[in-house]
């Protein structure tokens, strides 16, 4: 039996790119940073906050994300959205999401059980 | 008094540019009280609900590395191999020859034979700590400046010829040929310079008479183990025509050693009758437990090249 910790490093190698992708695809409708976090939790992207928040920062210096502040409300938000340049990024790491799958599907159905 | 998520706050951007320092702290306690209303609805109270996000948060220099991008390590794996290469080859080198030359300067210039191997002791491990400070300073100021080091790129041709162990590391080569150094320098030391007596007076430790024939022997035969050394290191490996000149060299020294020393003709005999204990029966012992410790290390060098000869053949 595989520890648990051998599982867990794995898990989260694997894991890791998909928060990226999972952001991009959720801020096509912005969003502040506790509201994606409950969002990408809901779907099945359970992430740290530690790790999220300042994922969004280094997402908008790369130009992937554009921010504005909400400062109607009790407290003012910084609301992300995928930007232009973001969505050609998103739709390469799709594809390439796809490319995997299939690629493993295909691995999978070929190999000798 | 200030709430715990201003201090948490305080600690976090303490190490964050000032420059975004404002926009990332509105943010931040935007989002703490987001997930702390967020727990007060699930019915925890309002203090524990607090403690609980800034743990989950966690260490504040941790979430400030994450904002910045920068890494939590002194050397990174872009460096490292480059720095441990560097330091490897400081301080297998350096130190030892410093020690050497800062031990002769003590026994020689001041004069003072007791303290020699302890000054060059110090000089040696204070030169290396020095060197292993400054090293790992630069490569550390390097890897936060992300300075390329523009080295070759691995090829092929690097690759060792021999793919078995090599027999021979730079190393032990240089240990070697530090020790015989100090051995040839020993020499002529003892004649000149070594001191006995409350008097000062110089006497030779071994017997100047020696200098005619055997004292010239033993150091051609020392420095022709230094050139077989680099010969050693220049093949790469121990081969049969470098163990049989290994074996005639240490029975060149050995022998002649040896053989002087039961005929107690080694040690100068002025030298003997400054210290009692010598005369008394002393020089008997000394002589014993030298040709013993003559006799363990030529066989153990003999047999050590011999293995190391056989392996590498394989």
């Known amino acids: 039996m595989v520890s648990d910790d051998v599982l867990r490093t794995h898990l989260q190698e694997l894991r890791r790119g998909t928060v990226v992708v999972a952001s991009l695809v959720a801020l096509r409708r912005p969003d502040y940073g506790y509201a994606l976090l409950q969002r990408l939790t809901g779907h099945g992207f359970p992430v740290d906050a530690n790790t999220l928040y300042p994922l969004l920062r280094r997402l908008e210096e790369q130009g992937l994300l554009t921010s504005e502040w909400n400062t109607e409300e009790s407290r003012p938000r910084k ?4 930007s232009d340049s973001g969505e050609q990024v998103l739709r390469r790491l799709l594809a390439d999401l796809a490319a995997v799958q299939t690629s493993l599907t295909t691995l999978i159905e070929g190999a000798p059980r | 008094m200030t709430s715990l998520t201003d201090r948490y706050l305080d600690a976090t951007l303490r190490s964050v540019p000032t420059g975004r320092r404002e926009e990332i702290a509105t943010e931040l306690r935007a989002s703490i009280g987001d997930m702390v209303d967020g727990r007060i609805a699930d019915g925890i109270d309002a203090a524990t609900a607090e403690r609980d996000v800034l743990t989950e948060l966690g260490n504040p220099a941790q979430l400030a590395a994450r904002y910045t991008d920068r890494r939590l390590q002194l050397i990174g794996p872009e460096y490292y191999l480059a720095w441990q290469r560097l330091l490897i ?3 297998s080198t350096i130190p030892a020859i410093v020690g050497v030359l800062m031990g002769l300067l003590e026994a020689t210039v001041a004069d003072n034979a007791a303290g020699a191997i302890g000054e060059g002791i110090v000089a040696a491990f204070t030169v290396a700590v020095q060197i292993a400070f400054w090293v790992t300073l630069v490569f550390a100021v390097l890897e936060r400046l992300g300075t390329p080091l523009n080295l070759p790129e691995w090829s092929v041709d690097q690759l060792p010829e021999h793919p078995t162990e090599r027999g021979v590391t730079l190393t032990d080569v240089c240990a070697s040929i530090v020790f015989l150094c100090l051995f040839i320098a020993f020499l002529p030391w003892q004649h000149f310079q070594s001191v006995v007596g409350p008097d000062g007076e110089r006497l030779p430790i071994l017997d100047p008479a020696l200098w005619t024939f055997w004292l010239p022997l033993l150091l051609v035969v020392l420095l022709a183990s230094v050139a077989l050394e ?27 050693a040896i053989w002087l ?7 100068n005999p002025e030298f003997v009758d400054r210290f009692a204990w010598l005369r008394d029966g002393g020089l008997d012992t000394v002589a014993r437990i030298s040709v013993v410790a003559i006799v363990v290390i030529i066989l153990w060098d003999i047999a050590e090249s011999v293995v190391k000869a056989r392996r590498s053949a394989r």
């Open chain 1, 79 to 82: 609301f992300y959205r995928t």
């Open chain 2, 89 to 91: 080859v400081l301080l």
């Open chain 2, 230 to 256: 680099i010969a050693k290191y220049r093949a790469r490996r121990w081969t049969w025509s470098l163990v049989g000149g290994n074996a005639v060299l240490n029975l060149a020294f050995a022998v002649p």
């Open chain 2, 261 to 267: 020393l039961l005929d107690d003709r080694l040690l």
